[in-house]
Structure formats: C-alpha cells, structure tokens
C-alpha cells in the first residue's frame, strides 16, 4: 500500500470525518464565543427589570453575524481530517455576510424587543389575555422565520428582501423543516432556562450544524431554483 492512498484513507474514512465534524464544531465555537464576546459579555450585567429589553436586544447584536458566519463555517466544512481551515471559513464567511446578515438581524430583533417590552409591561397595559398568546405566536413565527433567513443570507447572495420573501416562503413550503427548528427552539429555551442565558450560546456551533440538518431541503431548493 503507497503512502498517498494510505493517506487518503486515514483522511477520508468514517472515523477522520467524524473526528474533522467535532474539530470544526469545537473550533467554529471558539470563533462564535470571541465574535459574539461583546453581546454575551454584557448580558448578564443586566438586570431582570422590563426596561432592560431593549438594551438586551442591544447585546444580542453580536449575535447575528456570529451565527451567520458559523452556520457558513459549519456548511464549508472539509470532511478531510488533513484538509481542515474551520477558523479561516468562519472569519471568511464573517466578512462576506455581515452587512447582509445585519440587514435581516436588527429589524429582526426590534421586532423581539417590542414584544418583550409589551410582556414586561404587559399587566400595566390592561389587555385581554388572549393578547399574551397573540404575542407569543408572533415571537416564535419571528424565530422560525429568522432561522430561514439566517440560513439563506449565510449560504446565498440575495438582497435582503428577496431574503425576508424567501424565508416567509419556506415557512410553509417545508412544514417537517419548520417543526424541526421548533424543536431547536424548545431545546434552546430549556437549556436557557435550566442554566443561564449564556449556556446555549455554549452550543452555538451544535445548533448551527443542527440548523443546516434541518434546512438542507430549503438549501437545495434554493440551489436549483433560485439561483443561476
């Protein structure tokens, strides 16, 4: 046996891949966690009053560009366990998608930070019940629809508009997708609420990996008929 076809067996067998998928996932965290240091370091500063949404939403900013370019990091992955570049992709995809990213991000969480604002306040205001559950429905279809985005603005060059059409698109387009990231979702809420606000930011680079299992549908369906 040469060294060359003994080499690419070690590089490209069951067990080099997996190892190669939970390298990039530990390196791809590392980056989230520096590029998203500002956001989550001043979190947990503040404190639980209501009138501390909008500064929240203020340090999720981070968070956006964070993802976006560790949901680009995680898709780029080599499979070769001798051909690995995590942290190049990452800062790669960083730089290509931060405008895009932000474009999507910052009405995104306006919108968060206008339904938390009316939660905090919500007894204050003197509204019906119903209109608690009206504003949940609409934060998690925020959510949901922001993943979609999330995903296309990381992987395509589209303008932020046909980004925010396509998201709402593919919300109904792919119902078993959409259930799934319901279900990240859930998972994401419990480990914030079992641990702190900083615990899932921990998993970053999981969820991202988890995302993309999720979207592959939507990515290749993008592929094929949205792009040239």
């Known amino acids: 046996m040469s060294e060359v076809t003994a080499g690419r067996r070690f590089g490209e067998g069951p067990l080099s891949r997996a190892a190669a998928l939970i390298?990039?996932?530990?390196?791809?965290?590392?980056?989230?966690?520096?590029?998203?240091?500002?956001?989550?370091?001043?979190?947990?500063?503040?404190?639980?009053?209501?009138?501390?949404?909008?500064?929240?939403a203020l340090?999720?900013?981070?968070?956006?560009?964070?993802?976006?370019?560790?949901l680009y990091a995680v898709r780029h992955r080599s499979r070769d366990l001798t051909d690995l570049h995590p942290a190049a992709a990452f800062w790669r995809g960083y730089k290509a998608n931060v405008r895009g990213v932000l474009k999507i991000w910052v009405?995104?969480?306006?919108?968060?930070?206008?339904?938390?604002?009316?939660?905090?306040?919500?007894?204050?205001?003197?509204?019906?019940?119903?209109?608690?559950?009206?504003?949940?429905?609409?934060?998690?279809?925020?959510?949901?629809?922001?993943?979609?985005?999330?995903?296309?603005?990381?992987?395509?060059?589209?303008?932020?508009?046909?980004?925010?059409?396509?998201?709402?698109?593919f919300l109904l387009r792919f119902p078993k997708a959409t259930l799934g990231n319901v279900s990240l979702l859930v998972v994401a809420a419990g480990?914030?609420?079992?641990?702190?606000e900083l615990a899932a930011a921990v998993l970053a680079s999981a969820f991202a990996a988890a995302l993309l299992w999720n979207s592959r549908t939507m990515i290749a369906e993008v592929q094929e008929e949205f792009t040239v």
Not at 43 to 54: C, E, F, R
Not at 59 to 70: F, I, K, R, V
Not at 136 to 158: P, Y
């Open 59 to 70: 340090c999720a900013l981070p968070l956006g560009p964070a993802l976006s370019a560790a």
């Open 107 to 169: 009405p995104w969480l306006a919108v968060l930070a206008i339904i938390g604002t009316n939660f905090a306040n919500f007894a204050a205001a003197g509204v019906p019940g119903w209109w608690a559950v009206l504003l949940v429905l609409v934060a998690v279809a925020a959510m949901l629809w922001a993943a979609n985005a999330l995903v296309i603005t990381s992987l395509f060059a589209f303008r932020a508009v046909d980004v925010a059409r396509l998201a709402a698109y």
């Open 191 to 196: 480990v914030t609420v079992i641990a702190t």
């Open 23 to 56: 390298y990039t996932l530990l390196v791809v965290e590392g980056m989230f966690l520096l590029a998203a240091a500002p956001g989550l370091l001043a979190l947990p500063l503040l404190g639980q009053d209501g009138s501390n949404v909008p500064l929240a």
